[in-house]
């Protein structure tokens, strides 16, 4: 829990640093991807699931907005999709959940404000990093081979630190911003999948996550003198 605890004092204190001028409150669903050792290729669609999260963000300026989002996902791997791992013989399901804080560059500048004099846009690309940490608690299945000690020892749920980073467009509204996103999750630990020194332990396990989201405006407008790129 030390690196969840970690998180949320980095965030705290970037709320005190920052003001907002801009606030909105939404969320997303979409579907989620694994990658660690019991996928064998970058991507294996095989294993796509659901998932979703609850954000709130905030905008300092037309270009920049900044995001603080909890989510949860389904995530699962097995050896038998694999044509050199099948003798192996492990499979695992999990429910990955998290917290991160990151910061939107929105490229061309979104008007969300509704100021006609100072930015027409009301869609833009952007792109995101930031900071998170997860929750996992893995279920593995053995068939054949089973687990090396070190990874029989693990206690569950684990908690860890991450670096989400994305890409997507915004397309705003009077009230209401839409997003499409795309983003991968940078994993710092090879145990999400219950899985370390039975397959690669030095490569950490990642996550992604593609999905279609909505967000309320609960600020009012300003003027465009208050406001900077």
Same mark, same amino acid.
């Given at each position: 829990?030390?690196?969840?605890?970690?998180?949320?004092?980095?965030?705290?204190?970037?709320f005190n640093?920052?003001?907002?001028?801009?606030?909105?409150?939404?969320?997303?669903?979409?579907?989620?991807?694994?990658?660690?050792?019991?996928?064998?290729?970058?991507?294996?669609?095989?294993?796509?699931?659901?998932?979703?999260?609850?954000?709130?963000?905030?905008?300092?300026?037309?270009?920049?907005?900044?995001?603080?989002?909890?989510?949860?996902?389904?995530?699962?791997?097995?050896?038998?999709?694999?044509?050199?791992?099948?003798?192996?013989?492990?499979?695992?399901?999990?429910?990955?959940?998290?917290?991160?804080?990151?910061?939107? !560059?929105?490229?061309?500048?979104?008007?969300?404000?509704?100021?006609?004099?100072?930015?027409?846009?009301?869609?833009?690309?952007?792109?995101?990093?930031?900071?998170?940490?997860?929750?996992?608690?893995?279920?593995?299945?053995?068939?054949?081979?089973?687990?090396?000690?070190?990874d029989l020892?693990?206690?569950?749920?684990?908690?860890?630190?991450?670096?989400?980073?994305?890409?997507?467009?915004?397309?705003?509204?009077?009230?209401?911003?839409?997003?499409?996103?795309?983003?991968?999750?940078?994993?710092?630990?090879?145990?999400?999948?219950?899985?370390?020194?039975?397959g690669n332990?030095?490569?950490?396990? !990642?996550?992604?996550?593609?999905?279609?989201?909505?967000?309320?405006?609960?600020?009012?407008?300003?003027?465009?003198?208050?406001?900077?790129?």
């Amino acid at each position: 829990m030390k690196n969840f605890y970690t998180v949320l004092i980095i965030v705290l204190c970037t709320f005190n640093v920052l003001k907002a001028q801009q606030h909105e409150v939404g969320g997303s669903v979409g579907l989620t991807l694994f990658h660690g050792d019991l996928i064998e290729n970058t991507v294996d669609f095989k294993e796509i699931n659901l998932g979703g999260e609850l954000f709130y963000r905030f905008y300092s300026s037309h270009k920049f907005s900044f995001k603080l989002a909890l989510n949860t996902g389904s995530y699962s791997g097995t050896d038998a999709n694999s044509s050199e791992l099948v003798h192996r013989g492990l499979s695992f399901n999990s429910t990955i959940s998290g917290i991160y804080f990151s910061g939107e !560059w929105n490229i061309l500048g979104i008007n969300i404000y509704g100021e006609k004099a100072y930015n027409q846009n009301r869609i833009s690309p952007f792109l995101s990093i930031g900071v998170g940490a997860s929750m996992a608690n893995p279920e593995v299945t053995t068939e054949a081979t089973g687990l090396d000690p070190y990874d029989l020892a693990q206690e569950y749920p684990f908690v860890s630190l991450n670096v989400p980073f994305g890409i997507g467009v915004k397309y705003a509204t009077d009230k209401i911003t839409f997003s499409l996103e795309g983003r991968v999750v940078a994993g710092l630990t090879d145990l999400l999948d219950g899985v370390s020194e039975t397959g690669n332990p030095d490569k950490n396990d !990642w996550h992604s996550y593609i999905g279609i989201g909505a967000a309320y405006r609960i600020g009012g407008s300003r003027s465009s003198s208050s406001v900077g790129e």
